[in-house]
């Protein structure tokens, strides 16, 4: 994943990509953070492995959609724009997301697999959602889902 990102930087510097430079600049810088932040913990680990990478590049695409919806609340359609244009960029390193239909399913799976029949135990079902499925789907759309579900 890091080799991707690499290379990814690297071409669109050379293709002078101003917008998707500073996006993957800005990715690079978080996951350096967050390598920074594993080495603090003491578990001797320098870097942080792809599903962390995965999730990050998620939290990321999160940030962004509330965003978007902040600048067009405020009639900054340019601003929600390149915020869409990040996006893309950004999800152009996660695997194909899972449709709602999808998710649907995989929560009802989960729910009969687990035994779970209440609100309490959706924190039993997302976090097997979060082991299982990591990077392929939006984890807000399953928590939505489970809430439905287990009601």
Same mark, same amino acid.
């Given at each position: ?28 810088? /978080?996951?350096?953070? +967050?390598?920074?932040? %594993?080495?603090?913990? @003491?578990?001797?680990? =320098?870097?942080?492995?792809? !599903? &962390? *990478? ?5 939290t990321m695409i999160r940030q962004?959609r509330d965003s978007i919806a ?9 601003? /929600?724009?390149?915020? +869409?244009?990040?996006? %893309?960029?950004?999800? @152009?390193?996660?695997? =194909?997301?899972?449709?709602? !239909? &999808? *998710? ?16 309490k135990d959706m924190g039993r ?27």
């Amino acid at each position: 994943m890091r080799e991707r990102l690499n290379q990814a930087l690297r071409d669109a510097t050379k293709a002078k990509q101003q917008r998707a430079v500073a996006t993957l600049r800005l990715i690079r810088a /978080a996951l350096k953070d +967050r390598d920074i932040a %594993a080495r603090g913990k @003491g578990g001797g680990v =320098e870097n942080i492995d792809d !599903d &962390e *990478i995965m999730a990050m590049l998620q939290t990321m695409i999160r940030q962004r959609r509330d965003s978007i919806a902040l600048y067009e609340k405020g009639g900054r359609d340019d601003l /929600a724009q390149q915020e +869409r244009e990040e996006i %893309a960029i950004i999800e @152009g390193f996660l695997p =194909e997301q899972m449709s709602e !239909d &999808e *998710i649907a399913k995989v929560v009802t799976d989960l729910v009969s697999e687990t035994g779970a029949a209440s609100i309490k135990d959706m924190g039993r079902v997302m976090g097997l959602l979060r082991e299982r499925y990591a990077g392929q789907m939006d984890f807000a759309k399953a928590s939505a889902a489970v809430k439905q579900r287990l009601a």
